[in-house]
């Protein structure tokens, strides 16, 4: 390929709910190729699904920003994500993320299903109260794990509303840069000050067990705990808000699937995987920087290139996923790629699973008319964003 002809990344959807035809015809012509961002930089595209694997698995990688030649594909993301947990490299990445782990076990999260399904609840009752026609991204989809990382990080019942909202202003893609940015500082200074009472006295939460395991002894700053209390908001936020609403938004495109959905909720858990898989709402991929020369598909990528990949296209590889460009809620998807692999697969992988089951259980049960009324067509998609989603979604029933 030469310099004229490497295509730029990110790349365009011609289809909402699909991949580009670009990245596809990458996964199927040259799985392991040369794209060139926005500064003119150029990184290597990993499309094939067992290639992504190890990629994201290898050692021979580092997720640090701040390492010369990692691919920043958009020009805020990078800085912004400096010193954040999911882009430290071993042996710091491994010591934080066992302190965090016993929080996010699967038996610790199934304990938070009954406030949970208590959240989905209300949520529904406010919107049946209301009456269609509304906008189900905020009257559903972004409170929902606001509130549920509330529950999480052991925010104050009387303080939740201010924390959703300040979560909803900085994450939510609907405000101003102005208004993000203020959102932004209110939720630092108030999990700063959440920090310290929870020094004085320990809450329940994610926030009190960090502070009287790690933060009291020295074995973790203020500032590392504010910046894990920060990623299990983000990470936990955008994708998951845009799951719900892509989510729906998908089965309505499968009416037939929908309407099995309804007659067996047992099929949910899987249905959930498929969303998953299909949609893989990190569209921007995973991003690293090589470490050493490493041969991937007999392309070598020598150390200090970047490399993206694309979960994406992996998740769409005919050689993994029969028939991958089609929804099948039957699928045995549990091997899809959406949460990462290796050191830095997504730690809240349960709870997101466990508020996506509970979600479309509740929204199928309670109220089986639900219904968008715009075209597909006409819904302002979020191509510029890193959490591929939809900014709104009127629904009725």
Not at 186 to 215: H, K, R, V, W
């Amino acid at each position: 390929m030469s310099e004229q002809t490497i295509p730029q990344f990110p790349m365009t959807r011609a289809a909402p709910l699909d991949p580009p035809p670009e990245v596809m015809r990458l996964l199927r012509d040259e799985p392991v190729s040369r794209v060139r961002l926005w500064n003119g930089q150029t990184a290597w595209l990993v499309t094939r699904y067992q290639d992504a694997r190890a990629v994201m698995q290898s050692s021979d990688f580092s997720a640090d920003v701040s390492r010369p030649g990692y691919p920043k594909v958009e020009p805020g993301l990078a800085q912004f994500t400096e010193g954040l947990l999911n882009h430290m490299d071993s042996p710091e990445h491994d010591r934080y993320r066992r302190m965090l782990a016993p929080a996010f076990m699967v038996k610790r999260i199934e304990q938070l299903r009954p406030g949970v399904e208590a959240i989905v609840d209300e949520l529904i009752d406010a919107m049946i109260a209301s009456g269609p026609p509304l906008d189900l991204v905020p009257s559903f989809a972004l409170p929902l794990p606001a509130r549920v990382t509330c529950e999480l990080l052991g925010v104050p019942l009387a303080d939740q509303a201010l924390f959703v909202e300040s979560a909803e202003t900085f994450l939510g893609g609907r405000a101003t840069l102005e208004a993000g940015a203020k959102g932004r500082e209110l939720l630092i200074g108030y999990l700063g000050d959440l920090i310290d009472e929870n020094g004085q006295a320990p809450s329940d939460g994610l926030l009190g067990y960090m502070t009287s395991e790690y933060l009291v002894k020295g074995e973790i700053s203020k500032d590392m705990l504010l910046k894990i209390a920060l990623l299990v908001l983000i990470a936990g936020f955008d994708t998951t808000a845009n799951m719900v609403t892509l989510g729906m938004l998908t089965l309505w495109q499968y009416p037939d699937q929908l309407a099995e959905l309804r007659r067996d909720p047992e099929l949910i858990p899987s249905a959930v995987e498929e969303l998953l898989r299909y949609l893989t709402v990190t569209q921007w991929g995973r991003h690293k920087v090589a470490l050493k020369d490493v041969e991937v598909r007999g392309v070598t990528i020598r150390a200090g290139e970047g490399v993206i990949v694309a979960q994406d296209a992996a998740n769409r590889d005919e050689a993994v996923f029969a028939n991958p460009n089609a929804l099948d809620v039957h699928r045995d998807a549990r091997n899809h790629l959406a949460f990462g692999q290796g050191v830095h697969q997504c730690l809240g992988a349960a709870l997101a699973r466990l508020e996506l089951r509970i979600s479309f259980a509740a929204l199928l049960r309670r109220l089986p008319t639900l219904h968008s009324t715009e075209p597909i067509d006409g819904l302002d998609f979020k191509h510029s964003a890193a959490v591929y989603g939809v900014r709104s979604l009127e629904v009725a029933w």
